[in-house]
């Protein structure tokens, strides 16, 4: 468990972290992929750069 998500599968690692297939259990139960960035990778431009990521596949 990662907050409210259950980590089912690890699919894929990149430079910045790692990705999962994950179950989000609330506020409703569904499969979603996951990106877990790695210590020390916080930066204000790591940050940026995934969020301009996570911002396409809404």
Do not use: N
């Amino acid at each position: 468990m990662l907050g409210r998500y259950k980590l089912l599968e690890r699919v894929g690692e990149g430079g910045c972290g790692v990705v999962y297939v994950a179950e989000q259990t609330e506020p409703v139960r569904r499969r979603v992929a996951l990106k877990v960035i790695k210590l020390g990778m916080d930066t204000k431009q790591v940050v940026a750069r995934f969020e301009r990521s996570a911002r396409r596949w809404r």
